[in-house]
Each structure stands twice: as structure tokens, then as C-alpha cells.
């Protein structure tokens, strides 16, 4: 029982690992794991990326085509992974 709850104690005494993910070619840092695309993207603006929450969110895979990513789907965010905020098409 004790070294069950010394071993508690540590993990909550770490301090949360940041995931650095990149929008627009800009660094953006999280202290979840996970996050909705809206979420991606606000965090983005209020650490300086030029964008605006009505933006369409994209993940970039390397070669393979981009994938839309919703205001309301959750993302499980990984180090070094790479995301694309564009303007809505004005249709009017």
C-alpha cells in the first residue's frame, strides 16, 4: 500500500508534459494530449498564429492529402504534428 501511494504522489508531483504541434508553420504548445479542432485552433490564435476561429483546420501527413478536421472532433495530438488553418471559401 505504501510504495502504491508514493508512487501517486510522484506521478501527480511530474509536471505535465507539453506537446508542441505546428499551425500554419507556427509552433503551438498544449498541455493535453488531446484537443477539438476548435480548440486547435484558439489555442493557436492566443499564442500568435495569424488565423481566426472560423478558419477550416486541415492535418498534414506528409505526401498524403489533407484531412479536414472538424470544430467539434477531438484530435490526439502528438510532438511535431503538423496542422493548416485557411480561410472558409467566400462563395458570395
Known amino acids: 500500500m505504501q510504495i502504491e501511494s508514493t508512487q501517486n504522489a510522484e506521478l501527480l508531483a ?28 484558439q489555442t493557436a490564435i492566443k499564442q500568435g498564429v495569424a488565423i481566426q476561429e472560423d478558419f477550416v483546420l486541415f492535418e498534414v501527413k506528409g505526401n498524403s492529402p489533407l484531412k479536414q478536421i472538424g470544430d467539434c472532433e477531438t484530435v490526439t495530438l502528438h510532438e511535431g504534428q503538423k496542422f493548416r488553418a485557411t480561410a472558409p471559401d467566400d462563395n458570395s
Not at 505535465?16 to 486547435?40: D, M, Q
Open 14 to 41: 511530474k509536471k505535465p508534459k507539453t506537446i508542441t504541434v505546428n499551425v500554419n508553420e507556427r509552433p503551438v504548445t498544449f498541455s493535453e494530449h488531446k484537443a477539438t479542432g476548435l480548440e486547435i485552433k
